[in-house]
């Protein structure tokens, strides 16, 4: 099961590598299906329930969340390339990451949202607490093109 998970994990970062190296957008459906191979390597991890997976994913973060989901949204955000080494949301690495992965329509939304969440996470010490506020107010800010896995 462990080797099961490092293969997910490697392939997740490949496809973000090769990705990022040719510039190029992804389709919703690459998306998705990049966003399903993060879930299925970090959701292990955690002790999280199906119902609860979904409600992330469909842009529902509780304000009292529990470390598990907090560590979860932090495992995704490290999958994506979108941390310091602190861990901490990179302002510069999601720019990147918006501009070199999603489709034209979600990048003007998704540059609004990062603008308007980039300093949530100096209101935390622990950086699970770090992520998952910064990601709850991405969440916030426009459900409508919210993508999470």
Do not use: W
Not at 39 to 57: G, Y
Not at 78 to 105: D, N, V, W
Request: overall charge positive; hydrophobic content about 40%; some cysteine.
């Amino acid at each position: 099961m462990k080797t099961v998970r490092i293969v997910m994990l490697l392939v997740a970062v490949l496809l973000l590598e090769t990705l990022r190296r040719i510039d190029a957008a992804m389709t919703m459906k690459q998306i998705n299906e990049s966003m399903e191979t993060m879930r299925k390597a970090c959701a292990p991890k955690f002790d999280l329930t199906e119902a609860t997976l979904n409600e992330l994913k469909s842009g529902n973060f509780r304000p009292d969340a529990n470390k598990e989901m907090k560590c979860y949204a932090k495992c995704i955000a490290q999958m994506a390339g979108t941390l310091t080494k602190k861990g901490e949301i990179s302002f510069s690495k999601t720019s990147a990451q918006i501009e070199a992965l999603l489709p034209t329509e979600l990048k003007a939304p998704a540059k609004e949202a990062l603008k308007a969440c980039k300093d949530v996470h100096a209101e935390y010490k622990d950086s699970c607490d770090k992520v998952y506020y910064s990601v709850k107010c991405a969440a916030d800010f426009n459900r409508d093109v919210f993508i999470f896995p």
